[in-house]
C-alpha cells in the first residue's frame, strides 16, 4: 500500500494550493479517502473526507474554501484548497480508511506534505 502527497508549498494568504495523493497497492475506489492536518504542537485533524459512496464531509474551519475530489480511474484524491490562512499552515496528510458517521477511520497513511501560509 503507498499512498504519496504532493502539491505542498509556502502561499500568501488569499492564496490557493492543490494537494494530490497518489495512491496503490489497495482497492482505492472501495475505500473513504480524507485529508489530515498536523499543526506543531497541536493534534493531527481530520480536514475533509470522501467516502466510496460519494458522501463528502469537511471540518467547519474549511467548509466553502477546501474541495476534496477523487478520482476512482486514477486511484487519486485531490484537496483544492482557496483563500488559505495562516492557520491552515499544517502538515497534510492523505489516508485511506473507512467513513463512520462524518470522517473517515484511517488504516493507511501518506507520509504528508507541508503547506505554510504566511501572512
Known amino acids: 500500500v503507498q499512498l504519496v502527497e504532493s502539491g505542498g508549498g509556502s502561499v500568501q494568504a488569499g492564496g490557493s494550493l492543490t494537494l494530490s495523493c497518489a495512491t496503490s497497492?489497495?482497492?482505492?475506489?472501495?475505500?473513504?479517502m480524507g485529508w489530515f492536518r498536523q499543526a506543531p504542537g497541536k493534534e493531527r485533524e481530520g480536514v475533509a473526507a470522501?467516502?466510496?459512496?460519494?458522501?463528502?464531509s469537511y471540518v467547519d474551519s474549511v467548509k466553502g474554501r477546501f474541495t476534496i475530489s477523487r478520482d476512482n480511474a486514477k486511484n487519486a484524491l485531490y484537496l483544492q484548497m482557496n483563500s488559505l490562512k495562516p492557520e491552515d499552515t499544517a502538515m497534510y496528510y492523505c489516508?485511506?480508511?473507512?467513513?463512520?458517521?462524518?470522517?473517515?477511520?484511517?488504516?493507511?497513511w501518506g507520509q504528508g506534505t507541508q503547506v505554510t501560509v504566511s501572512s
Open positions: 470522501s467516502a466510496s459512496d460519494g458522501r463528502l
Open positions: 489516508a485511506a480508511g473507512f467513513f463512520l458517521v462524518d470522517k473517515c477511520v484511517p488504516g493507511y
Open positions: 497497492g489497495f482497492s482505492f475506489s472501495s475505500y473513504c
